[in-house]
């Protein structure tokens, strides 16, 4: 955000009292002053809180202060653009540069807009002027496949220094940034760099920082809220970001989510491959360009070319996240269960035996894992191969979580629209769970800060099956069926109903209650079936609700559902051009205007005068 600075000139002075005011020619006193001043700050602070965007970083980072170009004012609404937040700030700066080179033989056209926040590094890659600093481009078409194109400064290319890639103010900014400027009917945002599962995406060296979990959600509903709309697709081009917690952080964000199992080479997604078949069809699907990612993707490494090299472990994963919804809640159930067991403490080492042999033959994402170890630390396992393998290896916990097992992989098959992985992995479906030993690797603690933990029932198992114990009891489980989040709703429906299912594994459910916008927790109506009827004449804006089930002795952990809750329209006028802002400043000035005036006696001048036309008027 860019600084205002406000340079008043005048001769200042304090008196013995310790007020403070200024010498003047005019007779208004020392208070009027004051109060305009105080109004003229309170303008100005006003309208930057209006144009800045703000977010909040963890504590202990580095905040960033980017300034991003003004908005761009493109005459018309492109089918897709193409989003890339390309973090080179580390060891991958050449890797960088060759993929933008593969954009550039591609370029944008009147349809796709492909824009690039592009970080490099300092003493990695020298090539291309060796700037080192951070650049949005709007790619343009260039045949040169070693070298970057010519830019125009604020026309094709925007220098806006160095930033941290870490910082996720600044993945908010840019992306809403090409998001107005570049406007389409779809968009598609890539996070490039480094990945690690939960850990976190897009480390930033110069800065010694990266996006965790909460980070990125914290980015990716802000870019929701302001800019009123869904991303149509988020794709990791990066490590190991096709897994449960991960997915589950961001599901809400976008309608399709791409990402990779395994490990990514260096070369990544062959961008070449990805945007020609865009340009030449861009009125191509969010869900027909995510099964193209997979396919390109995989074509790439098993192609038997030269570039990229042919690769045995690669897999990319294509989800639909309405149905990652419904697939989450069949998994925490299956969570539960398992830990569960239908309360056999007498054979607990038994139950908890078979589920470690199930676990060691299931495909692993671990490049060295060797029956239980996970040799270099990736304690990542297949979902899907995992619930298969119960039913072959773990008859006594097949028993007790059959019915949910079953349901997990259902809802989970349906929600994949695309994977695949090289031949040499048959048992890879794209997508994994952290699922530590307790031996070699033990629970990271670092789990507990996803949302996935935080909400869902995985963590809780991982600690019963580290411990070998069953759990006594386990909370509810419940969904939120209806409205979806971020659903828009006008004021003037008067009334919606917010609806779901509520389960629970012991069948003692009480009730689930519901929290508006932080206030007080109020029951709603029926258990299972449960339904609120929530009164949008009384809210506004962006509404948070909570809701939780309770078993009598536990609560669930609280889900969360936004929606937008819009005005009813009172004019045009309003609607097209006059500003809120705009309507805000000129009361604020009429209040000065009138505040001068009592001072200086004019306003009980105007009264009197008035008082006296209506005396002579009745007479």
Partial sequence: MAKVVVAVSSQWKVNSKMSVGWKSADNINTKTRSICLLIVILIIFTMLSQSSIAISHEKGRKENSTFFPPILNRAKDAKWTFIVYLDADNNLEGAGIEDFNEMEDVGSTEDVNIVVLFDRAEGEDTSNGDWTDARIFYVQHDEDTTNMGNYEDNVTQWQIGEVNMGDPSVLANFTIWA????????????LWDHGGAFWGVCWDDNDNDYLDMRNLSTALSYVVEKTGRKLDIIGFDACLMAQMA???EIYNYADYIVASGYTEPGDGWPYTRILSPLVENPNMSAEDLSRLIVDKYIESYTDRQSDPTDTPTVSMGAFNTKKLHKAFEMFNRFAMALAYGGGIHYMQNVYFGEIRLARSRTASYDMLHFGPFDLTGYCMYDVIDFITNLQTYAPHVYKYTSVYATQARSYIESAVVEAKSTPVHPRIHSLHMYFPNGLDNKYDKRFDRTKYAREMYWDDFLRHFINNTLAENTPPSLLISFPTNYAKI????GRIKISGIAFDIQDTLVGVYISVNGGSWIKCNGTNNWFFVLDTGKVRGNVTLLVRGYDGSLYSPPKTLHIFVLPNIITKEVKKGISPLILYCCALLIITILVLMWRKGTLK??????????????K
Avoid: C, W
């Fill in 490 to 493: 006008n004021q003037s429906v």
């Fill in 605 to 618: 001048r105007i009264r009197l005068s008035t008082m006296g036309m209506i005396d002579k008027l009745r």
């Fill in 246 to 248: 991960v997915l589950y």
């Fill in 179 to 190: 998001m107005k400027s570049f406007p389409a009917e779809h968009y598609l945002l890539d």
